[in-house]
Structures are given as C-alpha cells and as structure tokens.
C-alpha cells in the first residue's frame, strides 16, 4: 500500500497517529532498561524512526530526517528514550 500524500495513499495525521499508537510503542518495548546503549546500538532505531516518518509523509528517501521528523512533531527515538 502506498503511503503518504498519494491518491491511493492515507493521510499523513493519520499515519502519524497509527505510528505512534503501534509502531513506536513495539518498537521500544522495554527501552527503560535500555542505559547502556552506545550511539551505534540505537542509530538503526533512529534510521527506522525516520524512515517511517518519511514514508508516511510521502516524502523522498534524500529528505532531512530531522525535517521530516520535525514536521510531523516528533522525536528522534533516542529522544523517546531519554523521555521513557
């Protein structure tokens, strides 16, 4: 299914929402106890974070993932992270 601002695709306030209500909370299922996680550790976690936020958008891989995270107001997952 596409994704995003598309025809065929879903709104992307509701792709958002649907991230935040399954995506994020599977994806960081016992993150409390996560404190000796090194950068290199969480940058696959931050790459998803960003790849969902762009994909739902509609927007291009090349896309600033702090713009595209941004927009949307949401975090880096290393920022949920230290929010947890």
Known sequence: MNAG???S???PICGMNSWKTFGLP????GSEVW???TITELDPLN???AFAA??????TPT???AGAL????????TGFIDKK
Not at 70 to 77: E, F, K, N, Q, Y
């Open 5 to 7: 601002v598309r025809p």
């Open 9 to 11: 695709g879903i709104n």
């Open 26 to 29: 599977s994806m960081l299922y």
């Open 35 to 37: 404190s000796t996680q």
């Open 47 to 49: 790459r998803a974070g």
């Open 54 to 59: 762009k994909r739902l958008q509609g927007l």
């Open 63 to 65: 896309t600033a993932s």
């Open 70 to 77: 941004g927009t949307v107001g949401l975090w880096s997952i």
